[in-house]
């Protein structure tokens, strides 16, 4: 059964300060994995796509890494600002009939002054 | 302009109501998803619609009805209300079927039953 699991499921942190979200997977056969932001009340915004081959990819102060051996990524966010503040949800495609989605149930962050 | 469009915003109903949330998308995108979010947080997946055609259906109740008039609307019709209905339900839309880029997400419809 395909899965994607996230950690932690909240965190608060201090304006400025980085922190790192976890995804891990077990969908297959791979085809990318997906970082979204989720506003309160608003629908996922995409923030990175990363496909097989691809290690790192960075978007402003977001940077996600993809270990496609051990079927983990990261979500690293640099310098954080109160408008961070949002839902991080990591999103597995797998190479099927219509890249079938699987949602994690995203990380909670709190991002305070 | 509002790529992926949703109404209502909120839906407040009682048991047993029979209501429509509707979906339109701007994109000239071919297909188009019904998602429902629960309580949890976890999105799941309800229809997929590629040029019109309905490919996928995860076992969603049959009070559930999906109807797409064209390629850029996808309206979810709900009957016979219940309260397990409550959630947030998100449309998005896709470049097509096969694409694994374009995917975008309506700002959502949240649904209380009571």
């Known amino acids: 059964k395909n899965q994607v699991e996230q950690s932690p499921q909240s965190l608060i942190i201090l304006e400025g300060k980085n922190c790192t979200l976890q995804c891990n997977y077990t969908v297959s056969p791979f085809s990318n994995l997906r970082w979204y932001k989720q506003d309160t009340g608003r629908g996922p915004v995409s923030l990175t796509i990363m496909t097989f081959s691809e290690n790192t990819k960075s978007n402003g102060r977001y940077t996600a890494t993809l270990d496609a051996d051990t079927k983990q990524s990261s979500l690293h966010i640099t310098a954080s600002q109160l408008s961070d503040s949002a839902s991080y949800i990591c999103?597995?495609?797998?190479?099927?009939?219509?890249?079938?989605?699987?949602f994690g149930g995203g990380t909670r962050l709190m991002v305070k002054p | 302009d509002t790529a992926v469009s949703q109404t209502p915003k909120y839906l407040v109903t009682q048991m047993g109501n029979d209501k429509s949330i509707k979906c339109e998308q701007n994109?000239?995108?071919?297909?188009m998803y019904w998602y429902k979010q629960d309580s949890k947080k976890f999105l799941k997946i309800m229809f997929s619609y590629n040029n019109k055609e309905l490919i996928i259906n995860e076992t969603v109740p049959n009070r559930f009805s999906p109807k797409s008039p064209d390629k850029a609307h996808l309206n979810l019709h709900i009957n016979s209300l219940e309260l397990g209905d409550s959630a947030v339900y998100f449309c998005?839309?896709?470049?097509?079927?096969?694409?694994?880029?374009?995917?975008?997400f309506g700002s959502g419809t949240r649904l209380t039953v009571v």
């Open positions: 998005a839309s896709s470049q097509d079927w096969g694409r694994a880029y374009g995917y975008t």
């Open positions: 999103v597995v495609s797998a190479n099927n009939a219509g890249n079938m989605l699987t």
């Open positions: 994109l000239g995108h071919d297909t």
